[in-house]
Protein backbone atom coordinates (compact mmCIF):
# COMPACT_ATOMS: atom_id res chain seq x y z
CA UNK A 1 0.00 0.00 0.00
CA UNK A 2 1.55 3.26 -0.97
CA UNK A 3 -0.89 5.69 0.78
CA UNK A 4 -3.07 6.53 -2.52
CA UNK A 5 -6.10 5.05 -3.34
CA UNK A 6 -7.88 5.58 -6.59
CA UNK A 7 -11.57 3.91 -7.55
CA UNK A 8 -12.73 2.32 -9.56
CA UNK A 9 -9.91 0.17 -10.42
CA UNK A 10 -11.37 -1.04 -14.11
CA UNK A 11 -14.01 1.28 -15.50
CA UNK A 12 -16.43 0.17 -19.15
CA UNK A 13 -17.72 3.17 -20.66
CA UNK A 14 -19.15 4.46 -23.62
CA UNK A 15 -18.61 7.47 -25.71
CA UNK A 16 -21.45 9.76 -24.63
CA UNK A 17 -21.03 8.67 -20.85
CA UNK A 18 -19.79 10.79 -17.99
CA UNK A 19 -18.46 9.14 -15.40
CA UNK A 20 -15.59 10.38 -12.58
CA UNK A 21 -12.47 9.10 -11.34
CA UNK A 22 -11.35 9.64 -7.60
CA UNK A 23 -7.98 9.43 -6.21
CA UNK A 24 -7.23 10.26 -2.63
CA UNK A 25 -4.15 10.32 -0.49
CA UNK A 26 -3.25 9.93 3.12
CA UNK A 27 0.35 11.05 3.17
CA UNK A 28 -0.45 14.84 4.03
CA UNK A 29 1.23 15.82 0.60
CA UNK A 30 0.24 19.20 -1.08
CA UNK A 31 1.03 18.03 -4.61
CA UNK A 32 -1.36 15.95 -7.10
CA UNK A 33 -1.01 14.91 -10.19
CA UNK A 34 -2.81 12.50 -13.06
CA UNK A 35 -1.21 10.56 -15.61
CA UNK A 36 -2.11 8.60 -18.56
CA UNK A 37 -0.44 4.96 -19.41
CA UNK A 38 -1.15 4.08 -23.12
CA UNK A 39 -0.14 1.06 -24.69
CA UNK A 40 3.63 1.20 -25.78
CA UNK A 41 3.82 5.06 -24.41
CA UNK A 42 5.67 6.34 -22.13
CA UNK A 43 3.72 7.79 -18.69
CA UNK A 44 2.04 11.04 -19.58
CA UNK A 45 1.88 13.90 -17.07
CA UNK A 46 -1.92 15.30 -17.31
CA UNK A 47 -2.70 17.87 -14.50
CA UNK A 48 -0.73 18.91 -11.52
CA UNK A 49 -2.33 20.23 -8.50
CA UNK A 50 -0.36 22.30 -5.68
CA UNK A 51 -1.99 23.70 -2.53
CA UNK A 52 -5.25 22.26 -4.24
CA UNK A 53 -4.49 25.14 -7.65
CA UNK A 54 -3.86 23.76 -11.09
CA UNK A 55 -0.19 24.42 -11.66
CA UNK A 56 -0.30 22.58 -15.00
CA UNK A 57 -2.29 21.22 -18.10
CA UNK A 58 0.11 19.79 -20.67
CA UNK A 59 -2.84 20.53 -23.48
CA UNK A 60 -4.97 17.99 -22.24
CA UNK A 61 -8.57 17.83 -24.24
CA UNK A 62 -11.51 19.42 -22.64
CA UNK A 63 -13.22 16.21 -22.30
CA UNK A 64 -10.67 15.51 -19.38
CA UNK A 65 -11.52 17.93 -16.59
CA UNK A 66 -9.75 17.59 -13.60
CA UNK A 67 -11.23 18.74 -9.72
CA UNK A 68 -9.21 18.93 -6.28
CA UNK A 69 -11.79 20.14 -3.62
CA UNK A 70 -8.93 19.77 -1.18
CA UNK A 71 -5.12 18.48 -0.93
CA UNK A 72 -6.20 14.74 -0.12
CA UNK A 73 -8.90 14.51 -3.41
CA UNK A 74 -8.36 14.66 -6.75
CA UNK A 75 -11.26 13.94 -9.36
CA UNK A 76 -11.05 12.96 -13.14
CA UNK A 77 -14.15 13.98 -14.78
CA UNK A 78 -14.62 12.47 -18.25
CA UNK A 79 -17.08 13.17 -20.98
CA UNK A 80 -17.66 12.45 -24.29
CA UNK A 81 -14.36 9.94 -24.51
CA UNK A 82 -12.85 8.64 -27.48
CA UNK A 83 -12.05 5.05 -28.01
CA UNK A 84 -8.14 6.28 -27.95
CA UNK A 85 -8.65 7.59 -24.62
CA UNK A 86 -9.14 3.96 -23.14
CA UNK A 87 -5.80 3.72 -21.13
CA UNK A 88 -4.50 3.16 -17.25
CA UNK A 89 -5.02 6.42 -15.44
CA UNK A 90 -2.51 6.81 -12.36
CA UNK A 91 -2.53 9.55 -9.79
CA UNK A 92 0.17 10.41 -7.86
CA UNK A 93 1.02 12.63 -4.69
CA UNK A 94 4.04 14.34 -3.59
CA UNK A 95 5.20 17.15 -1.07
CA UNK A 96 5.12 20.57 -2.33
CA UNK A 97 6.41 23.32 -3.31
CA UNK A 98 7.23 22.11 -6.78
CA UNK A 99 7.14 18.56 -6.28
CA UNK A 100 9.92 18.17 -8.72
CA UNK A 101 12.86 16.96 -6.09
CA UNK A 102 10.29 14.41 -3.98
CA UNK A 103 9.51 11.23 -4.76
CA UNK A 104 5.83 10.74 -6.30
CA UNK A 105 3.41 8.27 -4.61
CA UNK A 106 1.19 6.28 -7.06
CA UNK A 107 -1.70 4.76 -6.72
CA UNK A 108 -2.65 1.40 -8.35
CA UNK A 109 -4.48 3.28 -11.24
CA UNK A 110 -8.08 2.86 -12.76
CA UNK A 111 -8.07 0.65 -16.48
CA UNK A 112 -10.32 2.69 -18.54
CA UNK A 113 -12.06 1.25 -21.63
CA UNK A 114 -13.95 3.13 -23.85
CA UNK A 115 -16.31 1.45 -26.35
CA UNK B 1 10.66 18.53 -27.83
CA UNK B 2 12.39 17.46 -24.92
CA UNK B 3 12.95 13.26 -24.61
CA UNK B 4 13.81 11.09 -22.22
CA UNK B 5 15.19 7.65 -24.07
CA UNK B 6 15.65 4.13 -21.34
CA UNK B 7 18.01 1.48 -22.71
CA UNK B 8 17.19 -1.19 -23.18
CA UNK B 9 13.94 -1.55 -23.45
CA UNK B 10 13.63 -5.31 -22.12
CA UNK B 11 17.00 -7.20 -20.49
CA UNK B 12 17.10 -10.72 -19.11
CA UNK B 13 19.18 -11.72 -16.53
CA UNK B 14 20.51 -14.60 -15.10
CA UNK B 15 19.58 -15.04 -11.24
CA UNK B 16 22.71 -13.70 -9.48
CA UNK B 17 24.21 -12.01 -11.92
CA UNK B 18 25.03 -7.92 -12.05
CA UNK B 19 23.51 -5.75 -14.40
CA UNK B 20 22.77 -2.01 -15.26
CA UNK B 21 20.62 0.57 -17.92
CA UNK B 22 20.45 3.68 -19.11
CA UNK B 23 18.51 7.27 -18.66
CA UNK B 24 19.19 9.89 -21.24
CA UNK B 25 17.67 13.06 -21.02
CA UNK B 26 18.00 16.82 -21.92
CA UNK B 27 21.07 18.43 -20.56
CA UNK B 28 19.69 22.08 -20.35
CA UNK B 29 16.99 23.21 -17.61
CA UNK B 30 17.70 19.65 -15.45
CA UNK B 31 15.85 20.07 -11.77
CA UNK B 32 15.63 16.12 -10.90
CA UNK B 33 16.02 12.96 -12.14
CA UNK B 34 13.90 10.13 -10.57
CA UNK B 35 13.89 6.59 -10.72
CA UNK B 36 10.86 4.21 -10.00
CA UNK B 37 10.50 0.33 -10.06
CA UNK B 38 7.09 -1.05 -11.26
CA UNK B 39 5.84 -4.61 -10.65
CA UNK B 40 3.23 -6.35 -12.88
CA UNK B 41 -0.03 -5.10 -11.03
CA UNK B 42 1.23 -2.92 -8.56
CA UNK B 43 1.95 0.73 -8.27
CA UNK B 44 4.93 2.29 -9.54
CA UNK B 45 7.75 2.77 -6.26
CA UNK B 46 10.43 5.41 -6.44
CA UNK B 47 13.78 3.72 -5.41
CA UNK B 48 15.76 7.69 -6.09
CA UNK B 49 15.87 11.57 -6.62
CA UNK B 50 18.41 12.77 -7.27
CA UNK B 51 19.41 16.57 -8.00
CA UNK B 52 22.96 17.02 -8.21
CA UNK B 53 25.58 16.22 -10.80
CA UNK B 54 27.70 13.26 -9.75
CA UNK B 55 25.35 12.09 -7.49
CA UNK B 56 25.71 8.45 -6.38
CA UNK B 57 22.40 6.65 -4.76
CA UNK B 58 22.46 3.36 -2.82
CA UNK B 59 19.50 1.32 -1.34
CA UNK B 60 20.16 -2.46 -0.70
CA UNK B 61 21.74 -4.25 -4.08
CA UNK B 62 20.43 -1.13 -6.05
CA UNK B 63 22.52 1.72 -7.15
CA UNK B 64 22.42 4.88 -9.56
CA UNK B 65 24.65 7.66 -11.16
CA UNK B 66 23.92 11.36 -12.32
CA UNK B 67 25.73 13.27 -14.71
CA UNK B 68 23.91 15.97 -15.59
CA UNK B 69 26.32 17.61 -17.91
CA UNK B 70 26.38 14.98 -20.39
CA UNK B 71 22.55 14.02 -19.76
CA UNK B 72 22.67 10.12 -18.55
CA UNK B 73 21.62 8.35 -15.38
CA UNK B 74 22.65 4.73 -14.71
CA UNK B 75 20.73 2.39 -12.91
CA UNK B 76 22.98 -0.93 -11.50
CA UNK B 77 21.33 -4.08 -9.80
CA UNK B 78 24.15 -5.89 -8.20
CA UNK B 79 23.17 -10.33 -7.57
CA UNK B 80 19.82 -10.56 -9.43
CA UNK B 81 17.17 -11.89 -7.52
CA UNK B 82 14.02 -13.00 -9.02
CA UNK B 83 12.10 -10.07 -6.97
CA UNK B 84 14.00 -7.51 -8.94
CA UNK B 85 11.67 -8.57 -12.12
CA UNK B 86 9.78 -5.38 -12.94
CA UNK B 87 9.65 -2.32 -15.35
CA UNK B 88 12.70 0.81 -14.12
CA UNK B 89 11.27 4.24 -15.13
CA UNK B 90 13.29 7.23 -15.28
CA UNK B 91 11.88 10.85 -14.99
CA UNK B 92 13.56 13.86 -15.81
CA UNK B 93 11.91 16.87 -13.95
CA UNK B 94 12.76 20.40 -15.34
CA UNK B 95 12.50 24.03 -13.84
CA UNK B 96 9.46 25.00 -12.98
CA UNK B 97 8.16 25.91 -16.88
CA UNK B 98 9.43 22.36 -18.22
CA UNK B 99 7.24 19.09 -18.18
CA UNK B 100 7.73 16.25 -16.24
CA UNK B 101 9.31 13.15 -18.61
CA UNK B 102 9.00 9.90 -18.20
CA UNK B 103 10.86 7.40 -20.31
CA UNK B 104 9.36 4.35 -21.68
CA UNK B 105 11.30 1.91 -19.25
CA UNK B 106 13.69 -0.93 -19.34
CA UNK B 107 11.44 -4.23 -18.58
CA UNK B 108 13.94 -6.45 -16.40
CA UNK B 109 13.09 -10.29 -16.33
CA UNK B 110 15.28 -12.35 -13.65
CA UNK B 111 15.65 -15.48 -15.01
CA UNK B 112 15.99 -18.41 -12.33
Known amino acids: ETGVTQ????????????????????????????YKQSAKKPLELMFVYNFKEQTENNSVPSRFSPECPNSSHLFLHLHTLQPEDSALYLCASSQSPSGRAYEQYFGPGTRLTVT | ILNVEQSPQSLHVQEGDSTNFTCSFPSSNFYALHWYRWETAKSPEALFVMTLNGDEKKKGRISATLNTKEGYSYLYIKGSQPEDSATYLCAFMGNRDDKIIFGKGTRLHILP
Not at chain 1, 7 to 26: A, F, I
Request: aromatic residues 8%.
Open chain 1, 7 to 34: TPRHLVMGMTNKKSLKCEQHLGHNAMYW
